[in-house]
């Protein structure tokens, strides 16, 4: 029954069902997960005399007086009649529709749903629904396309709706105990509710299961994928690398080496995530695994999501490594095509150490000798299935991925469940912590003068703007901000200008005299969020800071305050909105990532979190990260109790969730690695 196209059921047709698969609509089965994005509750009338003005209302009242006809003008003709309850009168009035107007006869009475408006005796209802007194139920509501309304949706839905039968793929103990209604009265009432607690109770359970896939999914992986077996380093050579260091790492960086090295060690595969906050030090972390897979005789890569920061990690890396004989190469889009030839052939041959650069990395004519880890950093940049492909590249390679954004803790179970986590969570010693002020435009004669004084004593500063270009906005726009500080306000100063559109040799001349400090005031966009590490640069202003999300601003700040100078982030705004202004206060109000990813969920939903489908977030149909939370907790609980006990799902309970699960990672392309 479920797998029955939809043009066989009654009243759609050839010509219907071509407007019903533009909505992704092709069977019985997606059309029933096709669920309403709201619903018209027609089953309880209020009295006129109740009824809330601007608001849809549902009367149930009968008509007094036959319907007028008004021309108005030409092309308009206006119908109107007066219908009432108990309670009151009410002037009912259609525009251009006689079929309607004509259909009421009276003295019957009616369901009438629309909006009210007018005072006292003159209040009105324009152009309502009607239905016959009978049909006093919830209506669902579904997303349309051209063609095919809400209440063709609905009729279609009401013709197979009775016919189906769910297999229900979670165990009846999990059924139990998280109280969760039976599947088909869920999928039945979740269309048409019998009233408004089975929409509750039907949306939770439909939500429930949502949630619960995808958590169990990411279990069962991370048990599978626990199960491979991965390069074995035979020996131990990270104490070398750290006696090189011109710096002692952190108690939580040694931790996370150690995590690493043991993975790699144990003869199993590591499949690692590396989370730290903006500045706490994560290159190095990576840096030693490399080292120690070199010196095991193996290679190992890393990639970075732009051109600078491979560059940046290329000459970290070679600094780290300077005078152990290990060879580097880098790797981006703007080698050119003989040298990158020259690289490919190193790689194999062997000559080449460690390979760094962007997605070029992962280009399918890149073949390594021997190949023991891929570190993916600034991981939230790329998609899933970049992280993944990189790791096919052979299926014994250990794997790191290292994201400097914080995301709150349900997110990480979603996005990253299938793998380890190793967390660094302070700063290294002597770095003085950020402070941030939110001040409006009238300050800005201010911060001028605040970042003069601090260039004159040889430090640097950022200027962070929304835009690359002037447009009719009134955003600040960084080249026309450039080209007006240049040349008035530090026209005495070396002002620089980088953002996205630059070409990327441009942005890295602009970025190396930044680094190098010949220019002291760099104005830009938001492409210096990502890495580059200028330990001078002490003041970044963000302008429009409203138009930036809070984990946004968090990353963009943490590119100051890397040194031993005390630093200050300036977000400048003039924005009245109550609710962004509750945003800014977060950010000022702290400097903990982890605390603020959590509120920036809040405030701003997982779509918008550092562009939530990047991250390889499933979008769920009922589920919400933000309302639904309580039940993610309960759905994460009962996917670790099923996946714990019988972690390849193997029992005759469990089939039906193996099956699903399977067919989820495939789709999520997370399966791929195998
Ligand atoms: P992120 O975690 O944001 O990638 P980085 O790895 O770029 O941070 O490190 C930030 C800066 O801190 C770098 O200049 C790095 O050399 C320095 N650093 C890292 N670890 C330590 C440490 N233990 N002590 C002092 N400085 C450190
Ligand atoms: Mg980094």
């Not at 104490?239 to 108690?251: H, I």
């Not at 002291?520 to 409203?546: C, F, R, W």
Request: charged share 25%; net charge positive.
């Amino acid at each position: 029954m479920n797998n029955i196209d939809i043009k066989y059921i009654k009243g759609v047709g050839e010509k219907r069902a071509e407007r019903f698969r533009t909505l992704g609509l092709t069977d019985v089965n997606t059309l029933l997960q096709f669920y309403p994005r709201g619903y018209e509750d027609w089953s309880c009338p209020v009295d006129i005399y109740d009824a809330v003005c601007e608001q849809n209302c549902c009367i149930k009242a009968k008509v007094i007086s036959p319907v007028e006809e008004h021309r108005v003008r030409s092309n308009m003709i206006l119908y109107k009649t007066l219908v009432s309850d108990n309670t009151g009168v009410l002037e009912v009035v259609f525009y251009n529709s006689k079929y309607t107007a004509q259909r009421l006869v009276v003295g019957e009475k009616y369901l009438f749903f629309g909006k009210i408006s007018g005072i006292g005796s003159h209040r009105q209802i324009s152009s309502p629904k009607i239905a016959a007194c009978e049909s006093a139920v919830i209506r669902p509501i579904y997303r349309t396309v051209a063609g095919l309304p809400s209440s063709v949706i609905e009729k279609t839905v009401a013709q197979v709706i009775d016919r189906v039968d769910f297999e229900d793929f979670l165990p009846s103990h999990i059924i139990e105990d998280n109280r969760l209604c039976d599947i088909n009265f869920a999928v039945k009432n979740i269309h048409f509710p019998k009233d408004v607690e089975s929409v509750e109770v039907s949306r939770r359970r439909l939500a429930f299961d949502e949630l619960f896939l995808v958590t169990a999914a990411m279990k069962f992986k991370r048990f599978h994928n626990l199960k491979k077996q991965g390069i074995q380093l035979k020996k131990d050579y990270i104490g070398e690398f750290v006696k090189r260091l011109p710096f002692t790492l952190t108690a939580q960086q040694q931790k996370a080496i150690g995590e690493c090295t043991q993975d790699m060690t144990s003869g199993r595969l590591m499949n690692r995530l590396l989370q730290g906050d903006v500045g706490s030090g994560k290159t190095v972390v990576g840096a030693a695994l490399l080292y120690n897979a070199v010196r095991n005789g193996y290679q190992g890569a890393l990639m970075v999501p732009t051109e600078i920061l491979a560059e940046q990690h290329y000459e970290n890396l070679s600094k780290f490594f300077v005078g152990t004989g290990i060879n580097l190469a880098l790797l981006t889009g703007s080698v050119t095509k003989s040298n990158k030839n020259k690289i490919k052939q190193a790689l194999l041959d062997g000559q080449v150490d460690i390979l760094i650069g962007t997605h070029a990395l992962i280009e399918d004519d890149v073949v390594f000798k021997n190949l023991a880890i891929v570190i993916t950093d600034e991981q939230h940049r790329f998609g899933v299935a970049q992280r993944t492909s990189l790791a096919k590249k052979q299926d014994n390679v250990h794997m790191l991925v290292m994201s400097a954004t914080p995301i709150p803790r349900t997110m990480s179970l979603i996005i990253y469940g299938d793998l380890d986590i190793s967390t660094i969570n302070t700063l290294p010693k002597g770095r003085q912590p950020i402070e941030t002020y939110c001040v409006t435009n009238n300050y800005r004669q201010r911060v001028y003068s605040y970042i003069k004084k601090h260039l004159d004593a040889g430090r640097q500063a950022y200027i962070v703007c929304p835009l690359v270009e002037k447009t009719e906005s009134d955003l600040i726009s960084a080249e026309e901000h450039a080209q007006n500080l240049s040349s008035g306000e530090f026209k005495d100063y070396c002002v620089g200008l980088i953002h996205g559109k630059m070409k990327s040799t441009q942005k890295d001349r602009v970025m190396r005299e930044f680094l190098n400090g010949k220019i002291q005031l760099l104005i830009s966009t938001t492409v210096i969020e990502v890495g580059i590490d200028v330990k001078n640069a002490v003041i970044m202003v963000i302008e429009n800071a409203e138009r930036f999300g809070l984990s946004q601003l968090h990353q963009l700040r943490g590119r100051i305050g890397r040194g031993e100078y005390k630093s200050t982030c300036i977000l400048i705004t003039d924005t009245k909105n109550s609710e962004t202004k509750k945003r800014l206060d977060v950010i000022c109000g702290t400097t903990d990532g982890f605390k603020i990813a959590d509120e920036d969920l809040k405030l701003r939903g997982p779509g918008d979190f550092c562009g939530g489908r990047q991250h390889g977030l499933p979008e769920f149909k009922v589920a919400d990260l933000v309302n639904d939370l309580e039940l993610f907790r309960l759905a994460a609980k009962a996917a670790d109790r099923v996946i714990s006990s019988d972690s390849q799902l193997k029992k005759p309970e469990n089939n039906l969730l193996r099956r699903k699960i399977i067919a989820f990672l495939r789709q999520t392309a997370k399966y791929g690695q195998n």
